[in-house]
């Protein structure tokens, strides 16, 4: 962290680039799969860009971020919504992994 994080800011932007440098994914408006929900799984990002067949491209997106009911392991990978790669470092191909730590943000 390059500064506190209780150090006044005015946008989030500004948050962000006290604390560290971490890569922030806006939406691409390619879809509107921005969060989905049911009682099993927090769902973030996902699906194909409108515009786009799901048979043209089977592999290439997939959920940004799901984590289970209890918030302890999730997935992670190619997101068209926010253009995001998978984002966890030790499972690329979306394999589970376990949350130590979770933030949110919102603007």
Not at 4 to 16: G, K, L
Not at 43 to 49: E, K, L, N, S, T
Request: net charge negative.
């Amino acid at each position: 962290m390059k500064k506190s994080r209780y150090t006044p800011t005015s946008s989030i932007e500004e948050q962000i680039e006290l604390e560290s440098d971490i890569d922030v994914y806006k939406w691409s408006q390619e879809n509107r799969n921005i969060q989905m929900s049911d009682d099993s799984k927090l769902v973030i990002g996902g699906g194909f860009p409108d515009d786009e067949n799901e048979d043209e491209h089977p592999n290439k997106w997939g959920l940004g971020i799901v984590l289970g009911k209890d918030l302890y392991e999730g997935t992670s990978s190619n997101c068209v919504t926010f253009q995001s790669p998978c984002l966890a470092q030790v499972s690329p191909k979306g394999e589970v992994f376990e949350v130590a730590n979770m933030e949110v943000w919102v603007s």
